[in-house]
């Protein structure tokens, strides 16, 4: 049985009478690898910053390896932290940055030598020991901020937004830089990002952050696939899954759902909530769905098409709502053209009116 | 036409820039010219060099105890300086880091204390240094000094430039407060400290009308003093005045010329 290396109960914030974290409950494994996710102010670096003891906690619990660590120091919960803006000590080299904390710690001096190198030799960092920050680029500070983690041998690496301050070139490269650091240390990891490609590359395990709460809890292609609610939905995917309002009828029979500007109907009859005529729904529907050959189809005004290569994404509008279609390769497709887009009406998702999702 | 105007225009920016830098440069110029005339010549206008170099710098020697005079004068303002720095960057530094209800109440009441005139500052502090029994001792020329309101600003501005991700880097790495100061700020922002180093030494030293108050006795005057009290003499040697007066500025000079890059790199910010 796998053990929880970290664990938060009821865990809550408040600043004077705002409460910015409400109440966060979660596990995390052993050598997991755990992205929290979600749009700017939903509190996602704040929880990472209570972890690491850069934030009080107001009330819950937390704790790493079993042990409670609400009121310990930071440099005491084991822990190390990268940072978005890599917090390299710019008077200091690569080598007294790295090997900071040890010094601190009272690790005598061959033992601070040997780790340094250690970690060094992992980041391909030997040649740039004796440089300042200042004479590295954005990736070798980052290389160098991750191996200052590395030196400290955590229980838990927290990554604050590692990559934000990269080109999207270095971003590419260092992702999965650190997705292979990861396999070989097989350490825990809790890494926050507002860039959901970086969350689903890397993630064993994916936690959607609003407004101070968790959404879903979740593996990546659990959340792309069966997300509980229209927020995560829209949240996980690129491009965002296009919602069209719907209604439920009954056809032929059958309970049915009606996309409300097309008028097409879908069969509902897999789903176990059972649908008043005319509930008011949100049909779900990815830009990837759509495809040759599809069982239902709908008619679309194209208004944009952009023509990337590899794929075709197509902005249109069904009535009053935009939808974007996504097509694999080169289609011949034209702004101001109707087209039909065919998908499986089994790959749509529901929503109910208070944006949950129905099964 | 337009190339014409363009002439015209820069001619009168460099006819205004050269006048604007012969009279910020002339008196400096007088004054070492001034030093090698007599006393005489001075008085009559002379503009040039002349022969009395020697005897002028005898004369200023046999007047004053320059060793003295310049001991007290680098004493004071290297310490006032030295303890103006600790105490307004520790200030600055609190103000912009910590958090507190009262703080901003607090700095405020700090910045108001910069629209006090010191004229009107003069008569209690002499009370307050005559109770402290510090009357005539360096001391009452220091301590005054050292709870700058406008170093503190300075400080405070210049601190939110410094990263408050350093600040917990050091954390998790178990720096305590006093060593996140010492260790990490300090030497991050040493192109800010070195700006105030400049500022306030140079205002140090030129003090004049507080020294003047509270120093009493010759062995404790400091150098602008001893300048001012030659120059108002009944009959003052202006030879022996120009002579102390490039003494008194020379060391002004030689720190802001040393300093004088990280004064500009201070001055616009010190992290890169």
């Known amino acids: ?283 779900g529907l990815r830009p990837e769905i759509f495809k040759d050959g599809g069982d239902s189809s709908l008619l679309l005004d194209i208004e944009m098409v952009e023509h990337l290569g590899s794929e075709t994404l197509v902005h249109a509008r069904s009535g009053e709502t935009l939808v974007t279609v996504k097509y694999s390769g080169i289609r011949p497709m034209k702004d101001g053209e109707t087209v039909r887009a065919e998908f499986d009406a089994a790959n749509v998702l529901f929503f109910g009116a208070d944006d949950q999702r129905i099964r | 036409m337009d190339r014409l105007t363009r002439t015209l225009s820069s001619v009168f920016t460099y006819a205004f820039l050269g006048i604007m830098a012969f009279l910020s440069i002339f008196p400096f110029i007088w004054m070492i010219l001034g030093a090698t005339n007599t006393s005489i010549d001075i008085v009559k206008g002379k503009v040039g060099i002349g022969s009395a170099l020697m005897d002028n710098i005898r004369a200023f020697a046999a007047a004053v105890d320059v060793p003295l005079i310049f001991w007290n004068s680098i004493k004071i303002a290297l310490l006032s300086t030295a303890l103006t720095l600790i105490v307004a960057s520790l200030a600055g530094y609190g103000f912009e880091v910590f958090r507190s209800k009262y703080r901003e109440r607090v700095y405020s009441a700090i910045l108001l204390t910069l629209m006090v005139p010191f004229a009107a500052l003069m008569i209690p502090l002499f009370i307050m240094m005559g109770k402290l029994g510090l009357i005539d001792t360096h001391w009452a020329v220091i301590l005054p000094t050292l709870g700058s309101a406008f170093v503190i600003f300075y400080f405070r501005q210049s601190t939110k430039a410094f990263p408050s991700e350093l600040r917990d880097a050091a954390r998790v790495d178990g720096l305590k407060e006093w060593q996140i100061f010492l260790l990490i700020y300090v030497p991050v922002m040493r192109s800010t400290y070195a700006a105030a180093f400049i500022i306030v030494f140079m205002a140090s030293w030129n003090n004049y009308l ?63």
């Open chain 1, 1 to 283: 049985m796998a053990t929880s290396e970290l664990s938060l109960k009821s865990v809550r914030k408040t600043f004077g009478a705002l409460e910015v974290i409400k109440g966060v409950d979660l596990e995390i494994e052993k050598g997991e690898f755990t992205v929290f996710v979600g749009p700017s102010g939903c509190g996602k670096s704040t929880l990472l910053r209570m972890i690491a003891g850069l934030e009080d906690i107001s009330s819950g619990e937390l704790e790493i390896s079993g042990q409670r660590m609400n009121e310990t120091d930071p440099s005491k919960r084991g822990i190390a932290m990268v940072f978005q803006s890599y917090a390299l000590y710019p008077h200091l080299t690569v080598r007294q940055n790295m090997g900071f904390a040890l010094r601190f710690a009272g690790v005598p001096k061959a033992e601070i030598e040997k780790q340094v190198m250690d970690a060094a030799r992992i980041l391909e960092l030997e040649k740039l020991l004796d440089r300042r920050p200042k004479a590295l680029s954005g990736g070798q500070r980052q290389r160098v901020a991750i191996g200052r983690a590395i030196v400290r041998h955590p229980k838990v690496f927290l990554f604050d937004e590692p990559l934000s301050n990269l080109d999207a070139e270095l971003r590419v490269h260092m992702r999965v830089e650190i997705a292979k650091l990861h396999k070989k240390l097989g350490a825990t990891v809790v890494y926050v990002t507002h860039d959901q490609v970086e969350a689903m590359t890397l993630a064993d395990k994916i936690v959607v952050l609003r407004d101070g709460r968790i959404e879903q809890v979740g593996s990546p292609l659990q959340l792309y696939s069966d997300p509980d609610n229209r927020f995560v939905a829209g949240f996980i995917g690129s491009p965002k899954m296009n919602f069209l309002p719907a209604t439920a009828v009954t056809n032929n029979g059958q309970p049915s759902i009606r996309l409300d500007a097309s008028g097409i109907v879908l069969p509902a009859g897999h789903l176990a909530t059972g649908l008043a005529d005319g509930t008011r729904l949100v049909a």
């Open chain 2, 210 to 272: 507080w020294p003047l108050i509270v120093l009493q006795s010759n062995e404790m005057k400091t150098i602008t003093l001893v300048v001012s009290s030659m120059a108002s003499a009944y009959y003052p040697d202006f030879g022996a005045v120009m002579v102390s007066a490039i003494l008194a500025t020379l060391p002004t000079l030689v720190v802001f010329f040393v300093m004088q890059r990280q004064f500009v790199q201070g001055m616009i910010g010190s992290i890169k």
